[in-house]
């Protein structure tokens, strides 16, 4: 062969390795964009549900979501902790969300007003975030996180979320009732997805989520469980600021926002935790990867307070997804919360993904959860189980999962605030572990 023969053949090698790397850069990067979606779409709808949106108030809430949570996941990439976790709603924004809605309507208070506290306590919320950050306080949180209270942690997470999650996917509607054909099908899509991911090949493995969804929704479509997406609304419009009014602030919720903030500060130190077990500890950075992420948490806090919208943490269930589908390359990550962040700009796409049925990502999350208990296994049994781990994990475990079958109404004396918190079994269970790790010291 001579040296031209061998310099075409060479250049049609590194085209073709070209060509493949650009397509898993476009799937990877589509994937991460459905996992955005799957877990952004269900929180406006609960949210004009709870406070009485009008269809088009919701459409809008979805849109100022989409470019909160993009921008949120992009700046974390790019400048924060730097591991490809995408942010997502708070549980805990979102349970307080809830609890001061219904207690309003009940009381018969204005919607509107509690929600411009609600943009007051997330600005503080947000404010407190950073200056843990400038001043280091971060650390001495972090330091709380040992391998048991994270492990504790995720277990926790999982038990809690794995309910709302099977409800979903059996379609259990207003009447309490479930739809066995739409939980059929929801069961069906997590075990495509599960089985794609554990026994697929090549480029199938690492776009299972991908596939469950797009199979997922097209046979919704089909049996008539969802209707087909089309568009509404103009084709570009800039996410409106303060659409809930200027932001409020009284006491309570200033307080509300201090407990939030250490709160979320928690949750991002798990789920950096959590991403390091899948990706290694160099990928996230230096030492100050903690000290960024909460800056950047408090930044996307303000945000989601500016836009009208739901504050937002770094998602644990994002090292589940990574496990599951091996995409572990930060490039695909920004692509795709950039995409987001575009689809929140242009109202009529919007409002076609909005359309994904929730069954179907109910389903692929859950599948991502799966991943996400063993993640907590692994961190709880990193070291040996001794007495003192095992009394622990146990007791921390017991009171969490107990407090999550404790009626609510049991909480009802207490202050909106307080029910919510001694009322979360996530909470008093992580709390628990973090005070018994705390006074129960190792020999």
């Known amino acids: 062969m001579t040296e031209e023969e061998t310099t075409k053949t060479a250049d049609r090698v590194g085209e073709k390795h070209s060509l493949q790397n650009r397509g898993e850069l476009f799937f990877g990067s589509l994937q991460w964009f459905s996992f955005f979606l799957s877990n952004t779409v269900a929180m406006p709808i609960v949210i004009g549900q709870v406070f009485q949106l009008s269809a088009v108030e919701t459409a809008e809430l979805m849109q100022r979501a989409f470019f909160v949570i993009g921008a949120a996941s992009f700046l974390q990439g790019w400048l924060g902790h730097r591991y490809p976790v995408a942010d997502g709603p708070a549980g805990v924004w979102l349970g307080v969300f809830i609890l001061m809605g219904e207690t309003a309507l009940r009381q018969g208070g204005e919607p509107l007003e509690i929600l411009r506290l609600l943009e007051g306590g997330m600005l503080l919320a947000g404010l407190l975030l950073i200056l843990l950050a400038l001043t280091g306080a971060v650390r001495r949180v972090a330091a709380l996180f040992t391998p048991l209270v994270t492990g504790v942690y995720l277990i926790l997470l999982v038990f809690q979320l794995s309910g709302v999650f099977l409800q979903g996917m059996l379609g259990v509607d207003e009447a309490s009732r479930i739809h066995p054909l739409t939980a059929l099908c929801s069961f069906g899509i997590l075990a495509l997805v599960i089985g794609i991911s554990v026994r697929g090949s090549g480029w199938v493995k690492h776009y299972s989520v991908l596939i469950g969804i797009l199979v997922g929704w097209a046979l919704f479509v089909l049996l008539g469980r969802a209707t087909p997406p089309s568009p509404s609304g103009g084709w570009f419009q800039f996410p409106e600021v303060f659409a809930w009014g200027n932001p409020e602030l009284d006491p309570g919720m200033a307080l509300s926002a201090l407990l939030i903030a250490l709160i979320l500060l928690s949750n991002l130190v798990a789920t950096m935790a959590a991403a390091s077990q899948v990706l290694g500890p160099s990928r996230g950075g230096n030492r100050s990867a903690l000290a960024r992420g909460s800056l950047l948490n408090g930044v996307a806090n303000g945000l989601a307070a500016f836009f009208s919208s739901v504050g937002t943490i770094p998602l644990s269930?994002?090292?589940?997804?990574?496990?599951?589908?091996?995409?572990?390359?930060?490039?695909?990550?920004?692509?795709?919360?950039?995409?987001?962040?575009g689809i929140a700009f242009l109202p009529g796409l919007a409002s076609i993904l909005a359309a994904l049925p929730g069954p179907v990502a109910y389903a692929v999350l859950m599948a991502s959860f799966v991943h996400i208990l063993g993640i907590g296994l692994d961190h709880l049994t990193r070291h040996p189980m001794t007495e003192r781990r095992m009394t622990i994990s146990g007791i921390a475990l017991i009171v969490g999962v107990g407090v999550m079958f404790v009626p609510a109404?049991?909480?009802?004396?207490?202050?909106?605030?307080?029910?919510?918190?001694?009322g979360n079994g996530l909470l008093i269970g992580t709390f628990t572990a973090v005070l018994l790790d705390r006074l129960w010291r190792e020999d």
């Open 409 to 422: 109404d049991a909480f009802s004396g207490l202050p909106s605030i307080l029910r919510f918190i001694v």
């Open 317 to 341: 269930s994002s090292a589940g997804f990574m496990r599951m589908t091996g995409l572990h390359s930060k490039a695909p990550f920004l692509i795709g919360s950039t995409a987001v962040i």
